[in-house]
T-cell receptor, first 112, second 109 residues
Framework: DGGITQSPKYLFRKEGQNVTLSCEQNLNHDAMYWYRQDPGQGLRLIYYSQIVNDFQKGDIAEGYSVSREKKESFPLTVTSAQKNPTAFYLC???????????FGQGTRLTVV | AQRVTQPEKLLSVFKGAPVELKCNYSYSGSPELFWYVQYSRQRLQLLLRHISRESIKGFTADLNKGETSFHLKKPFAQEEDSAMYYCALSGGSNYKLTFGKGTLLTVNP
């Protein structure tokens, strides 16, 4: 069953702790993306990657970090430097520029 | 810089009425525009893209470069069209994909 998988669905962390969100795709897509979805804010781009071992900052990269060591994986770390980490996080992938992006089901992170 | 603006947060129409969801963009080159839809409890998915020039579920969208717009239209709305709609833009030689803030469409019976 091809697709893009995010795990876990819900994640709780204490303030001050780093946390890593998983995103895996078996669609053989080159590009992968991380978005943050907040009510009234739409989808805001955190990081994106066009190819293995390369990634670019999006519009709200501060307090986040990523890696792209494998084509199928693009984990996102929410660091303690992120001031408002509680949010819904979406991962996506696409084959080439201008083609359809496929989205995961999202991870809801709550920091208490 | 690339930017997408959806001026309406909420749009409510009655079944059978025409619907238009507005999208304006800012980009200096030749953009690629998309409409994505998120139905309740479902994943965000592609509805249509300007390069295809096709109609999906009765929806169409025309890229107007002069007005930098890509409005989504449907002549007769259905209750099942109720969802969150996002306009998105991909521009330049990179893969950056930028979304608007979304419009929540409610089609009333």
């Amino acid at each position: 069953d091809g697709g893009i998988t995010q795990s876990p669905k819900y994640l709780f962390r204490k303030e001050g702790q780093n946390v890593t969100l998983s995103c895996e795709q078996n669609l053989n897509h080159d590009a992968m993306y991380w978005y943050r979805q907040d009510p009234g804010q739409g989808l805001r781009l955190i990081y994106y990657s066009q190819i293995v071992n390369d990634f670019q900052k999006g519009d709200i990269a501060e307090g986040y970090s990523v890696s792209r060591e494998k084509k199928e994986s693009f984990p996102l770390t929410v660091t303690s430097a992120q001031k408002n980490p509680t949010a819904f996080y979406l991962c996506a992938s696409s084959q080439v520029r201008g083609t359809e992006a496929f989205f995961g089901q999202g991870t809801r992170l709550t920091v208490v | 810089a690339q930017r997408v603006t959806q001026p309406e947060k909420l749009l409510s129409v009655f079944k059978g009425a025409p619907v238009e969801l507005k999208c304006n963009y800012s980009y200096s080159g030749s953009p690629e525009l998309f409409w994505y839809v998120q139905y309740s409890r479902q994943r965000l998915q592609l509805l249509l893209r300007h390069i295809s020039r096709e109609s999906i579920k009765g929806f169409t969208a025309d890229l107007n470069k002069g007005e930098t717009s890509f409005h989504l239209k449907k002549p007769f709305a259905q209750e099942e069209d109720s969802a969150m709609y996002y306009c998105a833009l991909s521009g330049g030689s990179n893969y950056k994909l930028t979304f608007g803030k979304g419009t929540l469409l409610t089609v009333n019976p």
